[in-house]
């Protein structure tokens, strides 16, 4: 049985995803990604407007993304030194999979009638 999930949880769950990232983006000192990681869900909440949703969605498959490739760079070095890589692997795989899942529940009806597209625009004759 599937679990329903409100769109206020489903937003807090996305929100955290997000805070995690901006921490990935403050280490390696990209501090417009920080920024970014930080306003969107705010902006999200606040203006309930479908693009930014969207931009949401957009901004944790990136992170997604970017956990993969940080997980096989840091891998790959601790390979290339003979140090234990597997933990790490397992973490930011985790990290990247939830990112992705935090994506993919912002997508969800619930969610979704939230957020109304905009009207299309008038038809001219």
Do not use: K, N
């Not at 993304?65 to 985790?94: D, F, Y």
């Not at 939830?98 to 905009?118: E, G, H, K, N």
């Amino acid at each position: 049985m599937f679990v329903a999930m409100a769109p206020a949880m489903i937003l807090s769950f996305a929100s955290l995803l997000c805070l995690i990232l901006a921490a990935h983006f403050l280490r390696m000192g990209a501090m417009p990604g920080v920024v970014v990681c930080l306003a969107l869900p705010l902006v999200t909440v606040l203006t309930r407007a479908r693009w930014a949703l969207r931009s949401l969605q957009a901004m944790l498959l990136i992170g997604s993304a970017s956990w993969v490739v940080t997980a096989l760079r840091i891998g790959a070095q601790r390979r290339a030194a003979g140090e234990p890589w597997l933990r790490m692997a397992l973490i930011l795989g985790t990290v990247a999979a939830l990112s992705a899942l935090a994506a993919a529940l912002l997508s969800r009806r619930s969610v979704l009638d939230r957020y109304p597209a905009p009207p299309p625009p008038p038809a001219s004759v």
